[in-house]
């Protein structure tokens, strides 16, 4: 091995080492301030992350919401149209024949009566309502309605007296075809 003689006075003997503890250190210290900084900023940013993508996540979520909503309704809105068509064809196809009941119900008012509304129900059957001036014209009307061929049955849902003294009255009717129509739905 070979001896090294150094000729340097003792004070600048170990500065080549003493700098060179002295850079490991700031290196040494640099390394760990970047590494501090690391973990107080990773953590930081994958939350800043995540919270980003938990934003975008809610926001997908509610909009695939409103797309159920939307083709629920549509679905819903389909149907109602489908069943809407139906009643007007139903109606359309039966025009002749309301108009012909409507004739026949207002053959068999008798004097002393009359007629406020008649109502056409889905179900096939109508609502005749209408005031008259005592008990015996609407019992009259209600046995001429159950003599018609084209109602089948006719029952009274409510005969009342009013203030006027006259009797206001509520008839269901249930007609021949439009019972046997629907009854085959």
Same mark, same amino acid.
């Given at each position: 091995m070979?001896n090294?003689?150094n000729? +340097?006075p003792?004070?600048?003997?170990?500065l080549?080492?003493?700098n060179?503890?002295?850079?490991?250190?700031i290196?040494?210290?640099?390394?760990?301030? @970047? %590494?501090?900084a690391?973990?107080?900023y990773?953590?930081l940013f994958?939350i800043n992350k995540?919270?980003a993508?938990? @934003?975008?996540?809610?926001n997908?979520?509610?909009?695939?919401?409103?797309?159920?909503?939307?083709?629920?309704t549509?679905q819903?809105?389909?149907?109602?149209?489908t069943?809407?068509q !139906?009643i007007?064809? /139903?109606l359309?196809?039966?025009?002749?024949?309301w *108009?012909k009941?409507? *004739?026949?119900?207002?053959? /068999?008012?008798p004097?002393?009566?009359?007629?406020? *509304? @008649? /109502? %056409?129900t889905?179900?096939?059957?109508?609502?005749? *309502?209408?005031?008259a001036?005592?008990? !015996?014209?609407?019992a009259?009307? +209600?046995?001429?309605?159950?003599?018609?061929? @084209?109602?089948t049955e006719?029952?009274?849902?409510?005969i009342?007296q009013?203030e006027?003294?006259?009797?206001? %009255?509520?008839? !269901?009717?249930?007609?021949?075809?439009?019972s046997?129509k /629907?009854?085959a739905?």
């Amino acid at each position: 091995m070979k001896n090294e003689i150094n000729l +340097l006075p003792e004070k600048y003997k170990n500065l080549r080492q003493k700098n060179r503890w002295k850079r490991l250190k700031i290196a040494g210290i640099i390394i760990l301030a @970047i %590494f501090a900084a690391a973990l107080i900023y990773v953590p930081l940013f994958l939350i800043n992350k995540m919270s980003a993508e938990s @934003i975008m996540l809610k926001n997908q979520l509610v909009s695939m919401k409103d797309v159920s909503d939307y083709r629920m309704t549509k679905q819903e809105l389909a149907q109602d149209l489908t069943r809407w068509q !139906n009643i007007i064809k /139903n109606l359309q196809s039966k025009g002749n024949e309301w *108009s012909k009941i409507i *004739s026949e119900i207002g053959q /068999n008012v008798p004097e002393g009566m009359e007629l406020t *509304s @008649i /109502n %056409f129900t889905n179900d096939g059957s109508l609502k005749v *309502s209408g005031q008259a001036q005592n008990y !015996n014209l609407v019992a009259q009307f +209600l046995v001429n309605l159950q003599n018609m061929t @084209i109602i089948t049955e006719a029952e009274p849902i409510s005969i009342i007296q009013q203030e006027s003294g006259l009797y206001g %009255f509520e008839i !269901n009717c249930i007609i021949a075809n439009g019972s046997d129509k /629907n009854e085959a739905k």
